[in-house]
């Protein structure tokens, strides 16, 4: 096989990891409204020209934006209400504010009813009285998306019918997709159907407009792709002889890692494999679609658990924890080269956190993609200093970060460490660990590493009690929230002296 020529290295800059929905913002959670324009222009004025959020997708099991129902939706819940007002598809009492929505967290229970309730009354608005030019754009946008839109708004309308069961639980004929029931659905759900296609061109309609804003003041963005789709999507359901299921649509096996840093019995995720054999016979035209939407709407896109693509942890799914799994091979090198094929050389950052085998290695650097380098991982082994996530060993095909969405905050993980840990930390860094989160932001921003991101929580030197995500655990995560009042003009000018310092100049 020809090695795929490798993407231009990376220039040297530095970002920030926020997810949309922890922005400020009037209802109850961050969205595509004024708030994130705020954070652009926050971004440019600290020498920033990075922005990194997770997957957008639907939230699925436990609200997480890694359990989506689709591969390629956008999520619903960002869409700014305000933008909706705006185009007269809804009135001003339908932005009062209500009980329980709160400006440091996001109260999902609350969040979600609110939310959706505007948006169908939006939607039910723009049914009857949209203007001949938006029915036309919204016709457009269908006809552009229809490869996945067609099937996805089905099965959110008749995900709602059901009661929000599995699809494997569903009438028969729909859940093995008959055509005549298909059909008939269509018909008998004609306005849901409407409701959830509405919906996904005001997404996209919102985005291309941040995203076009975000260009103007020198800001890339970072989406995250997980690797790894939830049982129930509009994709497993639409395309099963894609994954490993058995007759009545249930994985026979599910992915998940090994015991590891985060769990000592390891995580199990619970997602279907795929059926790598199906994908390759036709050409990885899945995988292949999916980037392409992916760029579509980012500039840069972090893959998560890309080991998985040279080998990954297979669960019998009756297993309860993900002790009992093995690790398969997965044809990682040909898919990647079929995406070169197609796409061209792609800015993707491999998340290769974990069990990292040379044979993981070879693969990304086969592809050029930086692989992540977490500080808190650097520090109190007895190695002679080999570990990988110290900055001493470090290389400029890399992405460094203090800690990630699936860390504790520095704050946090500090005062939880060991004291092995902090003497290391002191002795290498030269530091008395009194603020260890802007410590390992200059760390971070002093590698050889290319790029440098850090976590909103880290710039604003929180405690761990305002972390994203606790891996392993299924609830009380992706709910953090800032307000403006907590950022300081300390804060701006300590990224842009950090930025000059270490020549992490807007890309």
């Given at each position: ?39 652009v ?10 922005w ?11 609200h997480?934006?890694?359990m989506?129902s689709?591969?390629?939706?956008g999520?619903v ?21 209500a ?25 039910r ?17 269908c ?26 639980t569903?009438?028969?004929p729909?859940?093995?997709?008959q055509?005549a ?50 049982l129930?999507?509009?994709d ?5 002889e ?15 890692v ?9 995580q199990r ?21 999916r ?6 709407l ?9 080991r998985g ?19 398969v091979a997965?044809?990682g ?13 792609l ?8 069990v990292?085998t ?6 990304r ?15 109190g082994?007895?190695d ?15 992405v460094?970060?203090?800690?990630t ?31 260890i989160?802007w410590?390992?932001?200059r ?6 590493a ?15 009690s ?12 992706w ?18 002296r ?10």
């Open positions: 096989m020809t090695t795929p020529s490798s993407p231009t290295r990376f220039p040297r800059c530095s970002g920030v990891l926020l997810h949309l929905t922890s922005l400020p913002g009037p209802h109850g959670s961050g969205d595509l409204g004024p708030d994130a324009y705020h954070f222009d926050w971004l440019q004025a600290c020498g920033q020209s990075l990194q959020f997770l997957p957008l997708g639907h939230i699925g099991i436990g997480s934006p890694y989506s689709s591969a390629f939706a999520n819940l960002l869409i700014d209400l305000a933008e909706l007002q705006q185009r007269g598809w809804l009135d001003a009492d339908d932005l009062a504010p009980e329980g929505l709160h400006e440091a967290q996001v109260n999902f229970a609350r969040v979600i009813p609110y939310r959706m309730e505007r948006l169908r009354r939006a939607a608005r723009f049914a009857a009285s949209a203007t001949a030019q938006d029915r036309a754009a919204l016709e457009t946008f006809a552009e998306q229809s490869a996945w839109l067609d099937d996805f708004a089905l099965f959110m309308a008749l995900s709602e019918h059901f009661g929000e069961r599995l699809w494997t569903w009438d028969a729909l859940a093995q997709r055509g029931a298909l059909q008939q659905a269509r018909a008998q759900h004609a306005e849901r159907i409407a409701f959830w296609v509405f919906t996904q061109w005001c997404f996209f309609r919102q985005w291309a407009a941040l995203r076009a804003y975000a260009h103007s003041r020198g800001v890339k963005l970072v989406g995250d792709m997980p690797i790894f789709i939830s129930n999507s509009a497993v359901w639409a395309r099963p894609m994954f490993q299921l058995d007759a009545t649509g249930h994985p026979t096996v599910v992915a998940g090994p015991p590891d840093y985060f769990s000592a019995t390891g995720w619970g997602n279907p494999h795929y059926r790598w054999a199906a994908h390759k016979a036709e050409g990885f035209a899945w995988w292949i679609a980037l392409r939407a992916t760029f579509a980012v500039d840069m896109v972090r893959i998560d658990h890309f693509f040279e080998s990954c942890w297979e669960i019998p799914a009756d297993e309860p924890t993900a002790i009992h799994g093995r690790w997965a044809p090198a040909a898919l990647f080269a079929a995406v070169s094929k197609a796409l061209g050389p800015p993707i950052i491999a998340e290769d956190l974990g990292i040379p044979e993981v290695t070879a693969l650097q086969q592809f050029g993609f930086p692989g992540m380098r977490i500080l808190q991982f650097a520090w082994e007895d002679g200093g080999k570990n990988a996530y110290l900055p001493h060993n470090h290389t400029h095909d890399t460094v970060y203090p800690g969405h699936d860390n504790d905050t520095a704050a946090g993980w500090w005062q939880s460490a060991p004291e092995a840990v902090r003497h290391h930390l002191r002795e290498y860094l030269a530091c008395d660990g009194g603020d989160a410590t390992l932001i760390a971070a921003s002093a590698s050889v290319d790029i440098a991101l850090f976590a909103m929580q880290d710039v604003l030197r929180l405690d761990g305002q972390r994203m995500n606790t891996p392993g655990t299924p609830q009380g995560n709910g953090w929230r800032f307000t403006w009042d907590q950022v300081q003009p300390g804060h701006a000018a300590g990224l842009v950090l930025g000059q310092l270490y020549n992490r100049r807007p890309a």
